[in-house]
Antibody, heavy 122, light 107 residues
């Protein structure tokens, strides 16, 4: 069964850092693009970051550009999101999702994790 | 960036009703449009991709249509288990923007 599982969420203070991880199983991780999608409480889904199959190309939403960095380790079947300079507005459930192909554009997100919650508060 | 606008933002319908949700892109996106269903307290689930292709395992009462800038998601006979928020998303280019969501309830 294809699965992705997020970890690393928690409560942090504004300005602090956090690294989320997403472990994949049941498919050839290195063949697929991956993304992070977040959802603030009671709000809509927001695409945060995407990374192609090789890790050679990434994209970050304007709301996180310069603060968040997506990366992957294909030898460990793991996706990461390094989040620096966290703000209250980054409080959300963060989902890891697999795209149905090698690139984050042209391919939909067809496998989603259960999410990990990040709370930024003093 | 291309904006995705859904309407209505919420609706209430009876079991067995036909329900249609609209999604409009501010620029043409071809057929690179997906629909996701998110039931209360649950993870988003892919329903439709390429504007009209049903994801495996999705009931046939769901259908999608449109291309370019205007798209629709139709539920042919609304069931109690369809209570959820539905999101459209474009995926032709980054950023992969979601619509604001449509909350579907049973009357």
């Amino acid at each position: 069964e294809m699965q992705v599982l997020e970890s690393g969420g928690g409560l942090v203070q504004p300005g602090e850092s956090l690294r989320l991880s997403c472990g994949a199983s049941g498919f050839t991780f290195s063949s697929y693009a991956m993304s992070w999608v977040r959802q603030a409480p009671g709000k809509a889904l927001e695409w945060v970051s995407g990374i192609i199959y090789s890790g050679g190309n990434t994209y970050h939403a304007d709301s996180v550009k310069g603060r968040f960095t997506v990366s992957r380790d294909n030898s460990k079947n793991t996706l990461y999101l390094q989040m620096n300079s966290l703000r209250a507005e980054d409080t959300a459930a963060y989902y890891c999702a697999r795209h149905s192909g090698a690139y984050y554009k042209y391919y939909v997100m067809d496998v989603w994790g259960q999410g990990t919650t990040v709370t930024v508060s003093s | 960036d291309i904006e995705m606008t859904q309407s209505p933002s919420s609706l209430s319908a009876s079991v067995g009703d036909r329900v249609t949700i609209a999604c409009r892109a501010s620029q043409g996106i071809g057929n690179y449009l997906a629909w996701y269903q998110q039931k209360p307290g649950r993870v988003p689930n892919l329903l439709i991709y390429a504007a009209s292709t049903l994801q495996s395992g999705v009931p046939s009462r769901f259908s999608g249509g449109g291309s370019g800038t205007d798209f629709t998601l139709t539920i042919d006979s609304l069931q109690p288990e369809d209570v959820a928020t539905y999101y459209c998303q474009k995926y032709n280019s980054a950023p992969l923007t979601f619509g604001g969501g449509t909350k579907v309830e049973i009357k």
